[in-house]
């Protein structure tokens, strides 16, 4: 089985500056890392995802995240953030074995101000 | 967007009564899921299908059932609704295999029990 820690449940954070988002996973078998984003009101959109290569992943936006294997984290990050990044963001996880099933975290909202 | 409706999209039903939540997507994909999210709890999976008329429990499946007798329809069965079962449910779907992982997701319906 695999668990998701998201360790900040609120991230404040000006408009134009950096954000990191903290993920920490669990789990005994290979897995599938994914960030998904929830405006309000909306559904959730697929941010990025990691499979395999690369340990740097980029996705749509302007955000990318890293897979850090020894220490079980995959931290979502945007260097210049806009009003418009307003929102929940949860990290989830799939295990090689899962059939596709994701584990979610509990999410993170970043509240963007002037 | 991938094509995924769920209906309704609100619902205020009584307690002890059944309601049944219908997930339709068009993209002919094989994988369907049933989420529920709440707060603090991120996105907790019920039930899910790999196929027509073929499904499993979830992490959170008591008191809901499932069924699943076209490709592009998932219902949902709350048999006796609770308050405990008021929330946000999503529905999801998967590509042809699964195993890219990336799971879609429809607009939500929010359902209270009083």
């Given at each position: 089985?695999?668990?998701?820690t998201?360790l900040?449940s ?7 500056a ?8 669990s789990s005994s ?6 960030w998904?984003v929830?405006y ?7 941010l990025?995802?990691?499979l395999?290569?690369s340990?740097?992943v ?14 079980t984290?995959?931290?979502l990050?945007?260097?210049?953030v806009h009003?418009?990044d307003t929102?929940e963001?949860f990290?989830a996880?799939s ?6 099933k994701?584990?979610f975290g ?6 963007v101000?002037p | 967007d991938a094509g995924i409706t ?5 619902k205020?039903t009584e ?10 997507q ?9 989420y ?6 991120g996105l ?5 299908s790999?196929g027509?008329?073929?499904t499993?429990?979830g992490e959170?499946?008591d008191?809901?059932?499932v ?5 592009e329809?998932?219902?949902?069965t709350?048999?006796?609704a609770?308050s405990?079962?008021t929330?946000?449910?999503?529905c ?5 295999t ?7 997701f ?5 359902l209270?029990?009083?």
């Amino acid at each position: 089985a695999q668990s998701v820690t998201q360790l900040d449940s609120q991230v404040p954070v000006f408009e134009e500056a950096p954000v990191e988002l903290r993920c920490n996973y669990s789990s005994s078998v290979s897995v599938y890392l994914f960030w998904y984003v929830q405006y309000p009101n909306q559904g959730l959109q697929l941010l990025l995802k990691y499979l395999s290569g690369s340990t740097l992943v980029k996705g749509i936006n302007g955000f990318e995240a890293e897979f850090n294997k020894s220490q079980t984290s995959f931290h979502l990050r945007k260097p210049s953030v806009h009003i418009s990044d307003t929102a929940e963001y949860f990290c989830a996880v799939s295990g090689a074995d899962s059939w596709g099933k994701l584990q979610f975290g509990a999410g993170t909202q970043v509240v963007v101000t002037p | 967007d991938a094509g995924i409706t769920q209906s309704p999209r609100h619902k205020v039903t009584e307690t002890g009564t059944p309601v049944t939540l219908r997930c339709h997507q068009t993209e002919n994909h094989r994988y369907m899921y049933w989420y529920r999210q709440d707060p603090g709890h991120g996105l907790r999976l019920i039930h899910y299908s790999y196929g027509v008329k073929d499904t499993d429990k979830g992490e959170v499946s008591d008191g809901y059932s499932v069924s699943r007798s076209k490709t592009e329809d998932f219902l949902l069965t709350l048999e006796s609704a609770t308050s405990s079962q008021t929330s946000v449910y999503f529905c999801a779907i998967s590509d042809s295999t699964g195993f890219s992982y990336e799971q879609y997701f429809g607009p939500g319906t929010r359902l209270t029990v009083t």
